[in-house]
Antibody
Framework: EVQLVESGGGLVQPGGSLRLSCAAS????????MSWVRRAPGKGLEWVAN????????YYVDSVKGRFTISRDNAKNSLYLQMNSLRADDTAVYYC?????????????WGQGTLVTVSS | QSALTQPASVSGSPGQSITISCTGT?????????VSWYQQHPGKAPKLMIY???KRPSGVSNRFSGSKSGNTASLTISGLQAEDEADYYC????????????FGGGTKLTVL
């Protein structure tokens, strides 16, 4: 069974940092692009970042460029999101999702999400 | 404001059919057959329902179907069931600036 399990969320002050992790199992992790998607309270889904299989290409939504870094460790079947200079509007449930094997794809499956709250 | 426009809510009675629209631009929905749809129940992870405009993943009911015309994609649910009540999101690849993926604002489906 394909499974994605996020961890690392929590309460952080504005300007602080947090590192999210996503443990993947049930598929060949190194064969897929991977993604982070978030949902802020009372709002819709927002794509955050994508990373290619070998980590050679990363893409971000404009609002997190320069603050967030997506990375992966294929030996550990793990995906990460390093979040720096956090702002109140980064408060959201962050989901890890498998993308596809090429630049085009879709999000399937998704993890259960981890809540990040940015507040003083 | 989301990149793709969806109605905030739709409703229907059990057994009926409903359609949710998703309007984008010539830079996303209109240029790529890369529209996908997701169902999200409260407190749960989103679930892929449709990909590449019309394709249904294994295990998704054939009551769900997708289509596209110009810059507007649509999700149709036939034979509405109580369990279909959820939020639905459309999504499209957008190649206007490098790699980009955009979502609609979501549609709350209520089964009356």
């Amino acid at each position: 069974e394909v499974q994605l399990v996020e961890s690392g969320g929590g309460l952080v002050q504005p300007g602080g940092s947090l590192r999210l992790s996503c443990a993947a199992s049930g598929f060949t992790f190194s064969s897929y692009w991977m993604s982070w998607v978030r949902r802020a309270p009372g709002k819709g889904l927002e794509w955050v970042a994508n990373i290619k299989q070998d980590g050679s290409e990363m893409y971000y939504v404009d609002s997190v460029k320069g603050r967030f870094t997506i990375s992966r460790d294929n030996a550990k079947n793990s995906l990460y999101l390093q979040m720096n200079s956090l702002r109140a509007d980064d408060t959201a449930v962050y989901y890890c999702a498998r993308w596809g094997t090429t630049w085009y794809g879709w999000f399937d499956p998704w993890g259960q999400g981890t809540l990040v709250t940015v507040s003083s | 404001q989301s990149a793709l426009t969806q109605p905030a809510s739709v409703s229907g009675s059990p057994g009926q059919s409903i359609t949710i629209s998703c309007t984008g631009t010539s830079s996303d929905v209109g240029s790529y057959n890369l529209v996908s749809w997701y169902q999200q129940h409260p407190g749960k992870a989103p679930k892929l329902m449709i990909y590449e405009v019309t394709k249904r993943p294994s295990g998704v009911s054939n009551r769900f179907s997708g289509s596209k015309s110009g810059n507007t994609a649509s999700l149709t649910i036939s034979g509405l069931q109580a369990e279909d009540e959820a939020d639905y999101y459309c999504c499209s690849y957008s190649g206007s600036r490098n790699f980009n993926v955009v979502f609609g604002g979501g549609t709350k489906l209520t089964v009356l």
